[in-house]
């Protein structure tokens, strides 16, 4: 069972693995109406302080931290006001803690801790459910506490009226992984009673186990071809594209599997997809969309449907309020977001360049390509294409160092997105003369 050791070895996944039968026992108590809400929401609270103690030890504190300050902001600001303040802190909390990531590996030249990357990952997320509540609430979607902590009201009247946004924060299903849940959504599920009916939920989390088994069993094999190879230290020529696209499909295989082990503990703890919903209706998003992902010959389809959660919460919080090239506003932030290492920079930035040529080639494209024989030949060229810059862009993110960047921007794989930036410059030029 080489796959079940490999799996339950990374951090994030045993920790997530541990998480559910916790998970199980809240959604039971939820069935059978034997929690308060008040119960429920500290059942959440209480399991998000264990999970994130006893995996991240002592940087828990990085967490827990900017959690209790978001809460003060959020009960303390007017709600025009509170989104502004909260991002600004969060980001700068998150900021410094990359920060520190980025000393001890590039100054110091040492391992990080593996603690203190996943409080790392789970900072992110925070920031995340922080940013999507305080923009709730500006917007008058939820509404503020602000007014009630002012009054004049006892203790515990104060804890009841904080106690769901700090549950919310900390909830232990989504302290480490999983697609961002509403706080409206949130609210809602544990203030009814679970829908997660028995069987459903069986063969559901049946269906789910099957899939992290295949993917990682699939993870093994392409992992073993990976190591027997070469890799871009030693490839040569043509051979770097071969590598760099089985690299890039090990990769991918990874995110895949710890997206649907983060799905199957939301879902276990009651807060999946509801019964007789289909993926992708509004108020559940599932980060993975595998058939989607492998079968589009679109970039742009490709950067909405990966990590689909993600990519909305960004639109949402960049997208949208960008006048000038909200795109690459888009792609930076999330640069900045994942911790600006050189190659997230590059990486990133290069993705928002892509996308934008495919923009531009694909209308042209549905413009003069007709016969369905030469759309097949289209579709076909395309989708290979948009597979090599996917996996081009993919290593230049996950890459640390420098000197591995240079191996790949100097391999025969940079000629994938050359392409594309011709393209775009002519097509752009077509399209202005045009206007």
């Known amino acids: 069972m080489e796959w079940l050791r490999l799996f339950f070895l990374h951090p994030i996944s045993f920790y997530q693995g541990a998480a559910f039968p916790f998970a199980l026992l809240f959604n039971y108590l939820c069935i059978m109406d034997s929690f308060s809400t008040r119960a429920r929401y500290l059942f959440l609270l209480a399991g998000g302080g264990a999970l994130a103690v006893a995996a991240m030890g002592p940087y828990a504190m990085l967490v827990f931290t900017p959690a209790v300050c978001a809460v003060a902001l959020l009960c303390s600001l007017a709600p025009r006001q509170v989104h502004r303040w909260t991002f600004c802190f969060q980001m700068s909390w998150q900021t410094l803690c990359h920060l520190g990531l980025h000393y001890t590996e590039y100054y110091l030249h ?29 917007e008058g979607k939820v509404e503020a506490a602000s007014g009630g902590i002012r009054s004049r009201s006892s203790l515990s009247e104060h804890v009841c009226k904080v106690l769901p946004y700090f549950s919310y924060l900390l909830f232990f299903p989504a302290l480490l992984g999983g697609s961002l849940c509403s706080f409206q959504r949130f609210q809602a599920r544990v203030q009814g009673s679970s829908v997660l009916y028995p069987r459903h939920s069986f063969w559901a989390l049946s269906w789910r186990g099957l899939q992290i088994l295949g993917l990682e069993c699939l993870n093994v094999a392409v992992s073993t071809v990976v190591d027997a190879g070469a890799g871009l230290t030693d490839c040569q020529q043509f051979e770097c594209i071969y590598v760099a696209w089985t690299t890039a499909g090990l990769f991918k295989l990874t995110y895949y599997s710890h997206w649907i082990l983060d799905d199957s503990l939301l879902h276990a703890a009651g807060f999946g997809p509801e019964l007789g919903q289909s993926p992708g209706e509004e108020g559940y998003v599932p980060d993975a969309d595998i058939w989607t992902l492998e079968r589009t010959h679109r970039i742009s389809v490709f950067a909405r449907k990966w990590n689909q959660s993600t990519a909305q919460w960004l639109r949402r919080l960049v997208f949208q309020h960008s006048r000038a090239w909200p795109l690459l506003q888009t792609f930076a932030f999330s640069a900045w977001w994942h911790g600006l290492h050189p190659g997230q920079v590059f990486g990133f930035l290069c993705w928002a360049v892509m996308v934008e040529a495919d923009y531009l080639i694909h209308s042209f494209a549905n413009e003069f390509i007709r016969s369905w024989p030469m759309r097949l030949f289209y579709r076909t060229l395309t989708w290979a294409h948009t597979q090599l810059i996917i996996a081009y862009i993919m290593l230049a993110v996950e890459v640390r160092s420098l000197s591995s960047l240079w191996l790949l921007c100097n391999s025969y794989n940079s000629v994938f997105p050359m392409v594309y930036c011709i393209l775009l410059l002519l097509l752009a030029k077509k399209k202005h003369k045009c206007n």
């Open 110 to 138: 040492e391992p990080p801790s593996v603690r203190f990357c996943i409080t790392l990952s789970s900072l992110m997320l925070l920031t995340q459910r922080v940013t999507s509540l305080s923009l709730d609430i500006c």
